[in-house]
């Protein structure tokens, strides 16, 4: 055994401590360690190829969870994403019923979303029946209006042509009438300027005065002799013109009015009398209806006696017998009828219907308009200014009891008679009738004349003797 060395200090340097030999133990402990690691070598190269074959599986075992690096996956997204597991699989049993719910819920929606598509299916296609049925429908309903308004451009293209001939028909007839009208030495119109005067005839007034007849006015006094008296004038008539004109005594008159014959003692038309010479044509005539039934015309040699439009006395007597030969004429028979008290006369605010213009007032027609009779035009031949002394009906609206109305047969109105003297208007009509419009109400009267300008020579001859 050699002798144990005692360490060695050397002066200014550190201590060297120098160690002895290992316990025992320790290498001992590092065998362990050895053994222990080769083991795990071993038994860790047997799994890591079934490790990384089963990672899905077993990378969330704890031996794996950080050695995922080793395996080649990132440790940090393999820790997050065993740690949500772990916390998944620990609370699976608490939401597990919260689960289930949705999950009968999400079914119960999933079968009414089919349900829902099932009605839609079904839906689309019904309305897509529907759709063709409308759509066959219209196409053959537009065909059918297609038709319909072929139809309907084929009848009215008739229609005007109807229009355009009834139209043609209707002023070819209105020409004709105008024509007629316009021709005044006829049989029928030659009655009515029977009475009339050119309208610069000078009246003599009862002041001594004279005046042209057309400047006359209702109620002015006219003057007369001692046979006659003065008179008063009652009814103002414009006419239509005539080519039988005569002149007598400086008097242009119409060849059938009447004029006093001295030397006969009565009343002679002027173409008879022996002084008459046959004169031009006037474009319109006036008359007069006086209370004497005689006009004072002024004459080159004086008053002049003629006979005014009535020509019958103003009696009760010849009033009747001239109302019973109106009645012959009109109604073909004489019926018991009180005597008029007025000779026929409307209210100047009466309506009649005038052509291209409507309703129009009595005071606003002039001889040569056109307006309506029962169904067709009829011209005025003439237009009768008038006073009367009794009226029926309201303002506005008043006849006279003289009027012929059309009713069953032609008959005098009835009313309540009102005393007191008015101006009114009456017609001469182509037609010798027209329609009224009075108070919304529409009648067919007769003209002027009563009977009808084509009739006028008729109750003439059947008035001789009533004749003054």
């Known amino acids: 055994m050699s002798a144990v060395t005692q360490p060695t200090v050397l002066q200014n340097s550190a201590p060297i401590v120098l160690s002895g030999p290992s316990p025992p133990y320790l290498s001992l402990f590092f065998l362990l360690i050895l053994l222990i690691s080769i083991f795990a070598y071993m038994e860790s190269g047997t799994s890591t190829a079934d490790t990384s074959n089963n990672w899905s599986e077993v990378r969330c075992e704890p031996q794996n969870m950080l050695l995922a690096g080793l395996y080649g996956h990132d440790a940090n997204e393999n820790f997050q994403f065993c740690l949500q597991q772990i916390i998944q699989d620990s ?14 819920f999400t079914t119960v929606l999933q079968n009414l979303m089919s349900s829902a598509n099932s009605f839609r299916t079904t839906l689309a ?25 072929l139809t309907a451009s084929r009848m009215k293209a008739m229609m005007f042509r109807i229009y355009g001939t009834m139209f043609a028909v209707m ?32 009246i003599l007034m009862a002041d001594g005065s004279d005046r042209n007849i057309m400047d006359l006015r209702l109620g002015d006094k006219l003057a007369g002799d001692k046979l006659a008296g003065e008179s008063l004038v009652e009814a103002i008539i414009e006419c239509p013109g005539s080519s039988d004109m005569y002149t007598i005594y400086g008097v242009k008159v119409s060849g059938r009015h009447r004029i006093w014959s001295s030397e006969q003692n009565k009343f002679i038309c002027v173409k008879d009398h022996p002084d008459a010479l046959k004169a031009a044509a006037e474009p319109s005539l006036w008359t007069l209806v006086t209370s004497n039934r005689e006009i004072p015309v002024k004459g080159s040699n004086g008053l002049v006696r003629f006979a005014d439009w009535e020509e019958l006395p103003s009696t009760e007597k010849a009033m009747k017998e001239w109302d019973s030969i109106v009645q012959l004429i009109l109604n073909k028979r004489i019926n018991e009828t009180p005597v008029p008290k007025s ?24 001889v040569g308009d056109w307006i309506l009779d029962s169904y067709k035009w009829t011209k005025v031949l003439g237009i009768c200014k008038r006073r009367v002394q009794t009226s029926i009906g309201p303002y506005g609206y008043r006849i006279t009891d003289g009027l012929w109305i059309e009713c069953v047969k032609w008959e005098h109105p009835s009313g309540e008679i009102n005393e007191g003297a008015w101006d009114g208007y009456q017609l001469i009509t182509s037609s010798g009738t027209f329609t009224m419009y009075n108070n919304q109400k529409k009648f067919l009267v007769r003209d002027f004349t009563e009977v009808g300008t084509e009739r006028l020579a008729e109750s003439f001859k059947m008035e001789e003797g009533i004749h003054v």
């Open 343 to 366: 000779a026929p006369c409307l209210d100047k605010a009466i309506l009649v219907y005038k052509y291209q213009a409507g309703f129009t007032p009595l005071y606003s027609i002039k």
């Open 171 to 202: 002023y070819m007839g209105m020409s004709a009438t105008t024509g007629i009208a316009n021709f005044g030495d006829t049989f029928i119109f030659k009655f009515i300027d029977t009475f009339c005067f050119a309208p610069d005839t000078r």
């Open 91 to 104: 609370t699976k049993s608490s939401t597990a019923p919260f689960a289930q719910g949705m999950g009968g």
């Open 125 to 149: 296609t019904m309305v897509g029946g529907i759709m063709k049925i409308i759509g066959e429908f219209k196409s053959r309903m537009t065909a059918l209006m297609g038709r319909v308004k």
